[in-house]
């Protein structure tokens, strides 16, 4: 079946580092989506990306989609410690498919 | 505060039991997800409902089971538990599906 991988699984960083975690698949995606957990939390949509080589902003997080279509990365941009959690990237376990299968996610902690 | 609700909140049993979590959707989503997270598995999709109908099944074991009902309220079921079966249950719901999905803030169980 479809399988993601997620990298790294874990990151540290000082609060005004940079921070990119990636995303890599075997096969062609028809889209992407990315969620964050907070500790203690339930993941929460931040975005889905498309389009080949698409990149998407949010504030301090800039969110891309290889051209292949089959990687993809969430990079923070001077972190903070409210970036604290667990970024899971997830995709559809096929082209026709409904069932969202997660990333193992990266863990990131913030210290300041 | 993501619209989906998840009772209980935790839940303690023992091994050989039976227990029903339930989620209601956001008001107006059409598809239920359930998932199941432990920390050696991530975030593994169980099973999906779109109004009503079985759309999607991940790795759900034949001792779980869910439902949809018609008000869109959803069930899932688990029995003859293991101390395995010990994690968080969460419930996501989309308007329809390749949506984003919200997620309710989850019920752990825990086994004994």
């Known amino acids: 079946g479809q399988q993601v991988m997620q990298i790294p699984q874990y990151q540290h960083v000082q609060e005004g580092e940079d921070f990119t975690t990636y995303c890599n698949s075997s096969t062609t995606l028809s889209n992407i989506q990315w969620y964050k957990q907070r500790p203690g939390g339930h993941p929460v949509f931040l975005i889905q990306l498309v389009k080949s080589g698409e990149v998407k902003k949010q504030k301090r997080l800039t969110f891309q989609f290889g051209e292949a279509k089959k990687n993809s990365s969430l990079h923070i941009t001077a972190t903070q410690t409210t970036d604290v959690g667990t970024y899971f990237c997830a995709l559809f376990s096929n082209q026709a498919g409904t069932a969202l299968i997660f990333g193992k996610g990266t863990t990131l902690s913030v210290s300041s | 505060d993501s619209g989906v609700t998840q009772t209980p909140k935790h839940l303690i049993t023992a091994t050989g039991q039976r227990v029903t979590l339930r989620c209601s959707p956001r008001?107006?989503?059409?598809?239920v997800y359930w998932y199941q997270q432990s920390l050696d598995q991530g975030l593994q999709f169980l099973i999906q409902?779109?109004?009503?109908?079985?759309?999607a099944k991940g790795n759900i074991l034949e001792r779980f089971s869910a439902q949809q009902f018609p008000d869109l309220h959803s069930e899932l079921n688990l029995s003859s538990l293991e101390l395995g079966d010990s994690a968080l249950y969460f419930c996501?719901?989309?308007?329809?599906?390749?949506?984003?999905?919200?997620f309710g803030p989850g019920t752990r169980l825990t086994v004994t």
């Open positions: 008001s107006g989503d059409l598809s």
């Open positions: 996501a719901s989309s308007v329809t599906y390749r949506d984003e999905q919200y």
């Open positions: 409902y779109y109004n009503g109908e079985e759309r």
